[in-house]
């Protein structure tokens, strides 16, 4: 766990005490507040979150703040105006002895960056704004923000789903299976703000307008944004480069919206570039390594591990989390370290990969690690899954492969192919197991392997059969149900509210669920609640054109979606009181939605 390294203090703004920090003592002073809520202590408890903080501190004098009512900052009854955050900076700056600052503002931070360059341009020397807009909410006069309904869905999202990744396919989707990440982010949304107070931060940003003074606006100007993030500030981002006279914009890829997820550098450099006036003098420690992510590893057995670890001359770089990462010279010592880890906690689960690792300024980062994280998260209790590139490199080695399908990696941005280690005489598992499930008469026959059970039949049945007969392809419930609804399901219209409501109500369901399944120390049902959960909010990314998917009506095609759940949730609870072995297996490979589909992890084979 990254500890910070710079004391948070308190200024006094009127009646209320802001928390700050300073780090670094660059030849000038640079204020950034991460947006849209923070808290100065855990943000650097994420070691990519520190690594950005760090960079930004190499190369100026830091200065960082919690905006009132959030984190470590006084709570309050209302969410601060925009006026009320510009005194915030000045006391901050005051606090902090800084006469001249650069301000770095992101999403909403972007508006009062520009309010405070325009009211005090004495003392501001430059801004840089990232994904940020000079309104939020599109209106007759203005197509640049997010429309009046996404951003109502989005809200009640945010507030359901509030410290446990809220909206996470939208902000951060390429780390929506990171588990040290999503477990660092369910804490950094509690500890900054509550649902509510998140909430009404989000509904007076909604309100900001500050389009009148842009023509004001004397400071260097540079604006950086992604072209791929779903947020939607993308052409807020243009229309503030449009306005602002001389400012500097830089279009980059990526579909994450928060800055210190995906490629940091690449928005780092130009901004380092922009404020210092020379390119930047970033070292970057690069090699070919294994990485080995590993875990959970109980707090007390941690010793262990790392001794382990230089055993096998491996260097754990990353022990802050339930899940380090070690890093390898060669493939080899690294399977070997995997396997070997297993008896420290035997129901550790292991991902391995190899790649280029980027040492930065003193931490891992990189495409490979976030590959590596990936393959981890894949894993099952015990296991030690290595990707393919790893595979080819263990040809001649004292190692067992068994293939466990293809998978679709986020982090690595396509299908990639991953293997099971084990040690020569370990047990194995058939990667293609043989299935049932075919209609007998008034029932059905279903069953894996030797063990079959007979259940009496029941529609969701007919349509679980459908979905198994085509693994891995999404079925439209209209063919599901064999209605005729077609093409007019699919039609480009937006969400009606009934759709929208009955989303929020099963996602309502889904976190009780979560929630009484942690209770109960049932993991197992917490992991398909929450599957489920992250299924729905990936639908309504794509029935609400995210994605490039065309949207969806919600009447009839709605209709349909909660019949075919309703069906299939009634088969699946027959089938799992009859075969908790395939129940299980169901209910954890099928996906049901607009669009339907079976994507089992371990590929079987069905009689049908």
Same mark, same amino acid.
């Given at each position: ?294 875990? #959970? ?7 262990? &591990? ?60 990189? &495409? ?25 490199? &263990? ?28 040690? #020569? ?102 992991? =398909? ?35 075919? =759940? ?43």
């Amino acid at each position: 766990m990254s500890g910070s390294p710079a004391e948070t203090r308190y200024a006094r703004s009127g009646e209320v005490h802001i928390a700050y920090q300073v780090v670094g003592d660059g030849p000038f002073d640079l204020v950034f507040s991460p947006s849209p809520v923070s808290n100065l202590e855990v943000a650097w408890e994420w070691p990519p979150f520190a690594r950005f903080l760090r960079r930004l501190a190499s190369f100026s004098r830091l200065i960082l703040f919690d905006k009132r009512g959030t984190g470590l900052s006084d709570r309050v009854t209302d969410a601060a105006t925009l006026e009320e955050r510009m005194d915030d900076v000045r006391a901050v700056m005051d606090a902090a002895g800084s006469e001249r600052a650069a301000l770095f503002g992101s999403s909403e931070g972007g508006p009062m960056a520009l309010l405070f360059a325009a009211t005090y341009p004495d003392r501001v020397s430059s801004l840089v704004l990232y994904g940020s807009y000079a309104k939020a909410i599109n209106s007759a006069d203005y197509s640049s923000g997010v429309d009046r309904d996404m951003f109502e869905l989005g809200l009640g999202l945010m507030e359901q789903e509030w410290g446990r990744c809220a909206l996470i396919d939208v902000f951060s989707p390429s780390v929506r299976d990171d588990t040290e990440f999503r477990l660092w982010w369910g804490r950094y949304e509690r500890q900054s703000a509550s649902p509510g107070a998140a909430v009404a931060i989000q509904r007076l940003n909604a309100r900001l307008d500050v389009r009148p003074i842009l023509p004001a606006i004397s400071a260097p100007t540079l604006i950086i944004y992604r072209a791929g993030e779903f947020v939607g500030h993308v052409e807020g981002s243009k229309y503030l480069a449009q306005h602002i006279a001389g400012a500097s914009y830089v279009e980059l890829p990526g579909v994450d919206y928060h800055p210190y997820v995906g490629d940091q550098d690449a928005i780092l450099d130009p901004m380092e570039e922009f404020l210092t006036g020379r390119p930047p003098a970033v070292v970057r420690d690069t090699a070919l390594l294994n990485l080995v992510v590993v875990g #959970p590893v109980p707090s007390e057995r941690m010793r262990v &591990l790392t001794e382990l670890a230089a055993e096998h001359s491996g260097d754990v770089v990353d022990d802050g989390g339930a899940a380090p990462v070690v890093l390898f010279v060669g493939p080899g010592r690294a399977v070997s370290f995997a396997l070997a880890a297993r008896e420290v906690a035997p129901d550790v689960r292991v991902g391995v990969h190899i790649g280029e690792v980027d040492g930065g300024r003193g931490s891992v980062s990189g &495409l490979a690690v976030d590959i590596a994280r990936s393959v981890h998260a894949r894993a099952k209790p015990g296991e030690v899954l290595v990707s393919r590139t790893v595979a080819d490199l &263990l040809a001649g080695s004292n190692v067992v492969l068994a293939d466990a399908g293809v998978h679709s990696l986020h982090a690595a941005g396509r299908a990639w192919q991953l293997f099971v280690a084990r040690r #020569p005489g370990e047990p194995t598992v058939e990667a293609s197991r043989t299935g049932v499930f075919r209609r007998d008469g008034d029932v059905w026959l279903v069953g894996l392997g030797d063990e079959r059970v007979r259940v009496r039949d029941v529609k969701g049945l007919a349509d679980i059969a459908a979905l198994l007969a085509r693994p891995g392809a999404e079925v439209h419930v209209a063919e599901l149900l064999d209605s005729g609804i077609g093409a007019d399901a699919s039609a480009h219209a937006t969400l009606d509210r009934t759709a929208i409501a009955a989303y929020r109500e099963r996602l309502a369901d889904l976190i009780a669920e979560e929630n009484d399944a942690e209770q109960d120390g049932d993991i197992e049902r917490g992991s =398909r609640a929450r599957e489920e959960r992250q299924q729905i909010t990936s639908q309504l990314s794509s029935d609400l054109g995210l994605d490039g998917r065309a949207r969806v009506q919600g009447s009839s095609a709605e209709r349909a979606r909660k019949t075919v =759940r309703t069906r299939v949730a009634h088969a699946l609870k027959r089938i799992e009181s009859a075969h908790p072995a395939l129940g299980r297996h169901l209910r954890a490979s099928i996906r049901t939605g607009i669009f339907c589909a079976y994507e089992p992890a371990d590929p079987l084979h069905w009689e049908l």
